[in-house]
């Protein structure tokens, strides 16, 4: 690595004046497989509004829409210590939350990186008691002189779960790669109280949280204008808040203090939209992704567009490109062929790289796959990492248009969270633009378009605990948090 002074140069576009004609011809075959017009935008926003319907009405769709039983904006004035997980695709997070009830918060939080094993365990138990573990560790950090009564905690849970009240969520199927049995169709909350009872540690699960709700929570405690909560993570999901009189499919299931001019937030769950195949437009590398997933048939949008996958679909290329012999000639591929071995750090790596002969990449790849690559090579996988990345945010963002146009709004934040999103290089500048071309805005900064995809100030701790005092409230008011009778 060569250092060239604290401030960190801008990554260069480059030059293909050295590019055999060869690589230009699969450079122009990956430009036209992998770039999505204006034109395809706008038809994926059209039919994402009907598939948002779709799963608003009583037969169900492809897109989940689960309602969260969310139905207060919060006001600022929330207040209170609240404990709140998050388990995510990648890490667990354990925060405590002091709201200051004036639109302020302090959080202090903890990090633990979830053993890859977790994901695909037999015994559920391991994962739930790992969280236990964390928590009893945290707890035991913050208040060491114990505590007089059971902590309240908003637990955020980043996997599709169908919840008739708000502290249960039954898992409707994993993603993002977990795959543990026994889960699918039971209660989380359940789940994880047991393991703290077994050890004892004072907690109460309130309220089971996603993390997009839980976005779209926090930001609306700090920021008034904030209309969705997105993530750009392992995967992509969103949130935001539906008229309850639109959600048909919770007709004559609601008590009368949540009428039907209520809001509630919705978790959309969008990652599975186009699971029927009618208008993403995918490759032969989506395609393979797909059909040697665990899960072939779900989560297309997220197959496209979230973390989870973009460095997977780079890697089907290379190995693609490799076996027609027209890269890595007499190289080791022995790592290159290894699924998932190159997460969206590694585009995002390559496309940081200042140096006009890819000196970073080319340290990266010695490093990761132990291949040594000709500077032409590097071109040739630099270029795909922009087309692989500048796909996820254009394909990203038609949730967003389709969440807007739906709803009527003009203008507004859009609270965005995740590693995608905060650390892809260019993925902002890519998203914002993608949204003028949807909308047609004349060109301009990505701050001043009428919709601003902002980065959400943290998010889900702080949401999980806004939403557990909401909770809370309700609750000492004698309200109803689910259906009738839950
Ligand atoms: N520098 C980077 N640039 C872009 N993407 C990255 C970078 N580092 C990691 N990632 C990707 O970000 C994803 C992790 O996202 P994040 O850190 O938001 O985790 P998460 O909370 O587990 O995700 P989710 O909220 O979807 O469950 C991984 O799939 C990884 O490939």
Request: with cysteine; glycine share 8%.
């Amino acid at each position: 690595m060569v250092h060239l002074g604290p401030k960190k140069p801008p990554a260069r576009k480059g030059s293909m004046a050295d590019v055999p004609k060869e690589f230009l011809e699969k450079i122009a075959e990956l430009e036209k497989e992998f770039s999505v017009s204006t034109e395809q935008l706008k038809a994926i926003t059209k039919h994402f509004i009907s598939e948002l319907d779709k799963g608003l009405s009583k037969q169900g769709g492809n897109i989940p829409m689960i309602p969260t039983w969310v139905v207060d904006y919060p006001t600022g004035k929330e207040s209170g210590d609240y404990l709140a997980i998050d388990l995510g695709g990648t890490n667990l997070r354990v925060v405590l939350v002091k709201l200051g009830g004036d639109r302020t918060f302090d959080t202090t939080q903890s990090k633990y990186k979830l053993p890859s094993a977790l994901r695909t365990t037999k015994n559920p138990d391991e994962l739930f008691g790992f969280i236990a573990d964390s928590l009893k560790s945290f707890v035991d950090e913050q208040f060491p002189e114990g505590v007089s009564a059971a902590l309240p905690l908003g637990f955020t849970f980043s996997f599709p779960a169908s919840q008739t009240k708000i502290n249960q969520g039954i898992l409707q199927r994993w993603t993002k790669g977990f795959d543990i049995p026994n889960v699918e169709g039971h209660d989380v909350v359940e789940l994880l109280q047991k393991q703290l009872k077994t050890r004892n540690i004072p907690i109460e699960v309130v309220a089971l949280v996603n993390d997009t709700t839980g976005t779209l929570v926090a930001s609306l405690y700090t920021d008034g204008e904030t209309k969705m909560g997105v993530i750009f993570g392992t995967g992509v999901n969103g949130a935001y808040y539906e008229q309850v009189s639109d959600i048909s499919k919770l007709e004559g299931k609601l008590a009368d203090d949540i009428p039907s001019s209520f809001p509630m937030a919705i978790n959309c769950e969008y990652g599975s939209f186009d699971n029927e195949n009618a208008v993403l437009p995918r490759t032969k590398y989506d395609l393979q992704i797909d059909a040697e997933s665990p899960r072939p048939n779900q989560q297309a949008y997220e197959k496209m567009s979230s973390g989870y996958y973009l460095g997977e679909v780079i890697r089907l290329v290379l190995v693609d490109y490799h076996k027609q012999g027209l890269i890595f000639k007499d190289q080791d591929v022995t790592k290159l062929n290894t699924p998932y071995i190159m997460d969206t750090s590694f585009p995002a790596r390559v496309e940081e790289d200042p140096f006009e002969n890819l000196e970073n990449t080319d340290e990266l790849l010695q490093k990761e796959l132990g291949i040594n690559a000709t500077v032409q090579e590097r071109k040739l996988i630099r270029r795909l990492c922009e087309l692989v990345g500048l796909r996820a945010a254009r394909l990203g963002v038609c949730a967003i248009s389709a969440i807007c146009q739906k709803r009527g709004y003009e203008a507004g934040h859009i609270a965005a969270d995740g590693s995608v999103f905060k650390l892809y290089p260019g993925f902002q500048e890519n998203a914002a633009e993608a949204l003028r071309d949807i909308y047609g805005w004349t060109p301009a900064k990505k701050e001043d378009y009428p919709i601003t995809i902002i980065a959400a100030e943290d998010g889900s701790g702080v949401g999980a605990a806004v939403i557990a005092a909401l909770t809370q409230k309700r609750l000492a008011a004698g309200k109803s948090v689910g259906v009738i009778g839950a």
